[in-house]
């Protein structure tokens, strides 16, 4: 039960302000559904990977009214990427060939600035520094309650917490994974000029490296792995990292267009899974909330993105009793997710230099299975 006596009502309470809820605020508050209230725990925006959109966002941006303000932020065009995955060579696949043209390297923070900022001026509420803390069913929805921030009753919550997926557990729904990938990544300062704006993906034994430009001079540079094989080799020692990367094939020639200068190395979980119950009634989870893929894919932010639209053209119906659009997002993420697997095991299923090694042999018994 929460205490609290003191609260505020919306229509729709956003808990997670990321580029998944943020989108969701932004075109709920242009469908004019009422009160959004858009709760983020942090008030600064914390160190996140995903740095590259594909080119198909485009459309995306421009659905959402931010890709003119997106465009203004100059963030740096991607022209592809290139890997060694399968074979000791380099495979590219050219973004101009597409019907969209270029991706882009993106300055993170300031893309999900972008965002808040837009949402904002949409109409939504920003409640900045709200930790969601609990919630309880109540008559016409939900009442939630914060630190930081007084109670709040929404008759429809959206759950963009992430990974965490804050809100649907205490609905009850369960992750149903494929496995978790620790990921150790720094950004070096100072890109020269010719440094290649390809994002770059080479697997090594241990697991695989990638490496992307960003805009402000900095390259960005990640490992992944399984947890044990990043502990038996010592890959979170800032300077093992350092010398694993210095021994890949390719990617350590980026080394030479960038400062020796770098952050310390941080790690991170990147899990796999979808709920096994993505939307009730009136509460529907949303990007990483409602499935999370393996960065390998590249394919969280799309994600995200897609997703906000597709529910929040599925809300207003809800609010009025008609939960079919809603069954509808639920199954398409569910259907994604399928998509996903499918793409996943494929493309582990190329590589098969080493498959005695524990990273390997594991997801080529997943391709098996």
Not at 305 to 332: E, K, M, N, R
Request: charged share 25%.
């Amino acid at each position: 039960m929460i205490a609290d006596t003191t609260f505020e009502s919306c229509e729709v309470a956003v808990l997670g302000g990321g580029p998944a809820g943020a989108a969701c605020a932004i075109a709920l508050a242009r469908a004019g559904v009422g009160r959004v209230v858009l709760c983020e725990s942090e008030e600064a925006r914390p160190f996140r990977l995903g740095e590259t959109i594909p080119p198909d966002s485009r459309a995306l941006l421009d659905r959402l009214g931010v890709l003119d303000a997106f465009l203004a932020d100059e963030h740096m065009a991607c022209h592809g990427s290139c890997s060694s995955w399968g074979s000791d060579g380099l495979g590219y696949n050219d973004f101009m060939l597409r019907p969209y043209g270029h991706g882009w390297h993106i300055d993170r923070p300031r893309f999900e600035e972008l965002l808040l900022e837009s949402a904002a001026q949409a109409g939504a509420e920003l409640w900045l520094g709200a930790q969601f803390a609990g919630t309880e069913r109540i008559d016409g929805g939900h009442r939630l309650a914060f630190r930081g921030a007084p109670a709040l009753q929404a008759r429809f919550v959206v759950d963009a917490t992430g990974c965490s997926a804050a809100f649907a557990r205490r609905q009850e729904a369960q992750r149903t994974g494929l496995d978790t990938l620790h990921c150790i990544a720094a950004r070096f300062r100072k890109a020269a000029p010719g440094l290649s704006r390809l994002t770059w993906l080479e697997a090594v034994p241990e697991g695989w490296w990638y490496a992307s430009r960003l805009p402000s001079d900095r390259l960005l540079v990640l490992f992944a792995s399984d947890a044990d094989v990043v502990r038996d080799h010592g890959f979170s020692d800032p300077e093992t990292w350092l010398a694993a990367l210095r021994r890949t094939r390719h990617i350590r020639a980026l080394l030479g267009h960038v400062s020796d200068a770098h952050e310390r190395p941080r790690a991170g979980a990147a899990p796999s899974f979808c709920l096994d119950r993505v939307a009730g009634d009136d509460w529907a989870a949303l990007g990483d909330a409602a499935s999370s893929c393996d960065p390998v894919t590249a394919r969280g932010l799309w994600k995200a993105l897609s997703g906000a639209l597709v529910l929040a053209d599925a809300i207003p119906a809800a609010l009025a009793g008609d939960t079919a659009p809603l069954d509808a997002y639920a199954a398409a993420v569910r259907q994604d997710f399928t998509t996903y697997r499918a793409m996943r095991r494929d493309l582990y299923g190329l590589e098969t230099r080493w498959p005695d090694a524990p990273f390997w042999a594991r997801r080529h018994a997943s391709v098996t299975a």
